[in-house]
């Protein structure tokens, strides 16, 4: 419920917390670009607020470790898949098998790059 306060609207619903604002209980996330350094952040993030987070990325035995190191730290569920988000058809086998083991998709994370200047963990001059 909003109320005017001098020249604002103030909301006078009281959150509980950020948890509770941000409440993610049961929602899958497929993040791109799973296993890269902010990619596991965002599925820890989604993990902490009860989400299913989906790792995805190029390499499949990265993405199935960001997975598992979630799962160990946070006690949910996560998957780890492999795709190369640049091909229509490898992107459709994906949603296959997220449908097919969690039934639902909810949130997309869009955090996978590709950046060619970026190689070897640091910038090339130019």
Do not use: W
């Not at 990619?39 to 790792?55: N, S, T, W």
């Not at 988000?85 to 790059?113: F, S, W």
Request: overall charge negative.
């Amino acid at each position: 419920m909003y109320q005017f306060k001098g020249n604002l609207f103030v909301n006078q619903t009281v959150i509980t917390g950020v948890r509770a604002a941000f409440d993610l209980d049961h929602r899958v996330a497929v993040i791109t670009g799973g296993a890269g350094m902010l990619g596991i952040r965002h599925g820890e993030a989604v993990a902490e607020l009860g989400g299913i987070p989906v790792l995805v990325d190029l390499n499949p035995v990265s993405a199935k470790a960001a997975a598992e190191g979630i799962m160990k730290d946070h006690g949910c569920l996560a998957l780890g898949l492999a795709c190369d988000i640049t091909n229509p058809e490898a992107v459709d086998d994906l949603k296959k098998q997220i449908l097919e083991q969690l039934g639902r998709v909810d949130i997309l994370i869009n955090n996978a790059a590709n950046n060619p200047k970026v190689a070897g963990g640091g910038l090339q001059g130019g």
